[in-house]
Every structure is written in structure tokens, then in C-alpha cells.
């Protein structure tokens, strides 16, 4: 919609005020609500928020290690464009109307704003030639407490929705049969609509498939879901959590991206009839960028403490730097069944990660592969990749993926030095705030916000 449309639909709603949100740095939508009068004007003239959105972590902590948000720059005001594009009504309040927007227009915040940095990596595929689908399948956990039964048990053993190891239940969808409709419908109402919701193995877990689209889209229906299951769990006194790893006994949660490119006439380039799994040549190419950009780009796909505590044996998490065909225990899955579905999966983000971040780290690196040719020297895996003793293991905690990133020359040419910067400083920060003595510091800090 144009902002004209926009201004004529606002007026014709005759609402008060509108609810208008963005991203920071860990992907946690942050906003506010504006009386109508503000926001028809923020439609021409962007909307203020006080730069410390990026300039503190996910409690509220403020840096004291970034440059372009700090006490040494007292705070001041950066403004966002609002996207008449993203428009949609939230259906549980009322169909209330709700904006996303970006720093794309901002002089201090457009390189570190994550969703600005997928702007420019989607329209380098656009100028390519390749129009980039994408979606995201998240897993989340649900809990029958709210945030001050959490708070008053200093988040030590929350108790799940349902008990018991139920993967693809019906009897769990049936017997929780109201909040499990309500999640399907509302978010379909939302702009987010589902392939499809399950349960998932482990107490009170379940998993959604969100409907692909161009990656912009896909990553706003992904940032957007994350806070659309949690205020709708909380309309049944349940917390949905995106933690990474809550419980070392169980599962963690993932938020696989799935992806493709296609030309201008609806063609997928990844499918080759011609080829051995019909794979096509820019497909090669993009899954060796992908692979051989995986381990300096770590920290996109696993931002926090706990999101290494996911990547362990036997739990439906990649370790290693590796691919196969239909293979669940890899980094990187290629799903070949037809020419509409052919697509890559990576499998590496969790569901802590920042959908922003993870699907332009994902493109640019499939997009690095093809600029530059790459060859798929790594053999794919056949079976279980967990006991593929020669495979190159994935940096096994946040200090060592971010250590791993900062040497690195590919994140500067593929993101521009400033976003890097910032960023790296960012996981830094994060890495020296984690407490190990204090056995409950990461369900404190990650398990409601994240």
C-alpha cells in the first residue's frame, strides 16, 4: 500500500492511535502507540525513538562498549520510516492497526539496523537477477505460568503446558484444542499464515510453519510470530518461550530457514530435471557459500549464551559444517521432492535468533557462493552426520563463534564494516555478562524476552 492508501485507510478506520514497532539488534520488536494525528504525520516526517534501542541489550542493559549508541552520545533521538507495506490489524486487540518500519532513512542507525541490512542484501540478489523466497519453521515451548509465577520462582523449573514426550499429537492439540485454534487462526488474521502447527517432541512443545514468501516479507511474518505466540499464550495465563535450550534433557528449539531463488517469470533456479537430485548449478554455488561463510557468520544464527547449548548430539541440531539430501542431522538440508518445493534448508539458527539477521546472513552467503563460484568440495552426508568424525564442528560457545567472526574478513564484505563493528561489540557485551555461577542466569535472561 502507498502512503496515500495508507492515510486514506487510517482515516477511514477512525481509530485513535496505532501501534507502530521495530526491531533491535537481538530481533525484539520494540514500539510504541501513537495517537493517529502523530502517525499520519510520521507517514512523511518518520517517527523518533531514542537510540538506545540500540544501544542496549535484551534486559535493558546499556552498552558500555558501542559507538554509535552510548552515554557518550547522550541518547539522542534517531528516526524510523515507517513501511506502509506491513500494514495488518491485531486481531486480539480489537483489530487494532499495527506498522513495522526500519532505520533505512536514518543517517546514524540505517548500517546497524538489522532490518535495513536485509534491505540492502535482498536488493543484491534483485540486481542479480534472483528474487529470494524464504520462510521460517520455529519450534517454542509452552508454559503454564505467567511472568510473575516465573519471577516469584526465579524461573527455576517452569512448568510445561503438558507433560510427556508427545511429537506430532493429536491427543495434545486436542486436549489444549483452544489455544492450539486461536494460535492458527489469529495469526492467519495477522498476516501470518501457517502450512502448518504440530506438537513437537518434548513437554509442551510445539512447531509452526510459516507460509514462504520474498524474504522481507518472510522475515517480518517471523519477527512479528515470536511476539504475536507470546501475547496470545498469555490470553490462557501460558508463557510460549523461544529460548534456544531451556532443559538439557530435551530438545531445543530451532528456527530453520528454508530458501530459494527465482527469476522474474516464476521459475526456481535451484531445480535441474537434467541433474543428479536435480540440483542445479546456482544451487552448488550457493550451498558451498553458505557452507564455506557458516562458521565466520555464527554468532547471526546464534546470538546468545544459551543458543550453543543446542548444538549437541543426538538433538536434532547441526554440529558440524556439513549438508546432505533430506537429512535432518546436518547443518544444511536440500529438499529436492519437486520443481515448486526445491529449496535449501539451514538448519542452524535457533529460535533466539533474529530473523533479520539469519536470513541476510543466509542470503548473502548463498549469494558470496555465487559471485564467486564457489565448488561443492564437501561430500554430502549420507546417514547420521553426528558420527561423521571428519566434519568440521561448529564453534561450541558464543565467545569463540564471536572471536571466530571478529578475525574474519568475509562478515566486512559481505554487511559493511560498520554493521560489523557494532555488532561484534554487541556479542561481546553478551559474553561478558554471562554468569555461570548462577545456575538459573540464562532462564532469567532469555527465557520470556527472547
Known sequence: MTTEEITQLIQELDVRNVKFGVTDIDGILRGKMISTEKFLKALHCDIGFCNVIFGWDVNDACYDNTEVSGWHTGYPDSFATVDPGSYRKIPWEDNKPFFLGDFSSSDDMKEVCPRSLLKRIRNEALELGYSPKFSAEYEWFNFDETPHSLRDKGYADPTPM?????????????????????????????????????????DGVYEAAITYDDILESADRAALFKTAVKEIASQFDLTASFMAKWNPKLPGCSAHLHQSLWDDKGTNLFYDPETENHISKLLEHYLAGVLHCLPHLL????????????????????????????NRTTALRVINHSEDSMRLENRVPGADSNPYLSMAASLASG???????????????????????????????????????????IPKELFGEAFVDHFIRTREWEWRQYDPQDRNWEMKRYFEII
Open 162 to 202: 503438558t507433560p510427556g514426550m508427545f511429537g506430532y499429537s493429536l491427543l495434545r492439540a486436542s486436549q489444549n484444542s483452544e489455544y492450539f485454534n486461536e494460535l492458527f487462526d489469529r495469526l492467519h488474521e495477522f498476516g501470518i499464515p501457517l502450512e502448518g502447527i504440530h506438537t513437537e517432541t518434548g
Open 299 to 326: 554468532p547471526m544464527y546464534a546470538p546468545t549464551v544459551n543458543s550453543y547449548k543446542r548444538y549437541v548430539e543426538g538433538s536434532w541440531a547441526a554440529t558440524t559444517v556439513s549438508w546432505g539430501i533430506e
Open 367 to 409: 549469494l558470496y557462493g555465487i559471485r564467486n563460484k564457489l565448488t561443492l568440495n564437501l561430500p554430502a552426508t549420507i546417514g547420521n552426520e553426528y558420527k561423521n568424525a571428519g566434519s568440521t564442528p561448529l564453534p561450541s560457545d558464543l565467545h569463540k563463534a564471536t572471536e571466530a567472526m571478529k578475525r574474519s574478513e
